[in-house]
């Protein structure tokens, strides 16, 4: 049997992020030996296939998916639920705008209250829970993550992550690892 890992993804450059610490974060994360770490594209049309890509090509099902992007703010923020509002007008890095219309409010089943404990205690950044993932593609993967988790048997959270001008790669790093091992005890895989 395969030992417990989490799925973690994060998203390439768009619009003026030239830096995207998700992705960064999602590909150190891949270092551990309980992680996957993956990027994913920032589309609307080929995301949801590059998570399907990713899952088919492990060896076993996650214990969960951790999906990451990054939002304008100074804070890390654990987000509750998709679909929360409707999409956002935004073109992609395809120049796309989403097609779908409103969408079915999922949420996640982790307990994000006790996952911004453990981000809060190795930051002195602001760490909340958020009602609205924002309608763009992360709100989008995050749908779609919710509920390839929920077919696999499975939970997915996102977390979205500040900008590198307030805070950088090298200290979010350490928030992104204590919430993976949140996660991992949360789905009973404990190191």
């Given at each position: 049997?395969?030992?417990?890992?989490?799925?973690?993804?994060?998203?390439?450059?768009?619009?003026?992020?030239?830096?995207?610490?998700?992705?960064?974060?999602?590909?150190?994360?891949?270092?551990?030996?309980?992680?996957?770490?993956?990027r994913m594209?920032?589309?609307?049309?080929?995301?949801?296939?590059?998570?399907?890509?990713?899952?088919?090509?492990?060896?076993?099902?996650?214990?969960?998916?951790?999906?990451?992007?990054?939002?304008?703010?100074?804070?890390?923020?654990?987000?509750?639920?998709?679909?929360?509002?409707?999409?956002?007008?935004?073109?992609?890095?395809?120049?796309?705008?989403?097609?779908?219309?409103?969408?079915?409010?999922?949420?996640?089943?982790?307990?994000?209250?006790?996952?911004?404990?453990?981000?809060?205690?190795?930051?002195?950044?602001?760490?909340?829970?958020?009602?609205?993932?924002?309608?763009?593609?992360?709100?989008?993967?995050?749908?779609?993550?919710?509920?390839?988790?929920?077919?696999?048997?499975?939970?997915?959270?996102?977390?979205?992550?500040?900008?590198?001008?307030?805070?950088?790669?090298?200290?979010?790093?350490?928030?992104?690892?204590?919430?993976v091992d949140?996660?991992?005890?949360?789905?009973?895989?404990?190191?």
């Amino acid at each position: 049997m395969a030992a417990p890992f989490l799925l973690v993804t994060g998203f390439g450059a768009f619009e003026s992020v030239l830096d995207n610490p998700s992705g960064s974060l999602a590909e150190a994360m891949h270092l551990r030996s309980d992680a996957v770490g993956a990027r994913m594209p920032v589309t609307y049309g080929g995301v949801g296939d590059e998570l399907d890509r990713v899952l088919a090509g492990l060896d076993s099902v996650p214990a969960a998916i951790l999906a990451m992007g990054v939002h304008r703010g100074p804070e890390f923020r654990l987000e509750a639920r998709a679909g929360a509002v409707p999409p956002s007008k935004r073109p992609d890095t395809a120049g796309r705008i989403s097609e779908v219309g409103p969408r079915a409010l999922l949420h996640s089943g982790f307990d994000l209250e006790a996952c911004a404990e453990a981000c809060a205690a190795v930051t002195g950044h602001p760490v909340y829970v958020s009602q609205d993932a924002g309608g763009y593609v992360c709100d989008f993967l995050y749908g779609i993550a919710l509920r390839r988790a929920r077919n696999l048997g499975v939970q997915a959270l996102f977390l979205h992550v500040p900008p590198i001008a307030h805070v950088p790669c090298a200290d979010q790093e350490p928030v992104v690892h204590a919430l993976v091992d949140e996660l991992l005890a949360q789905a009973g895989t404990a190191r």
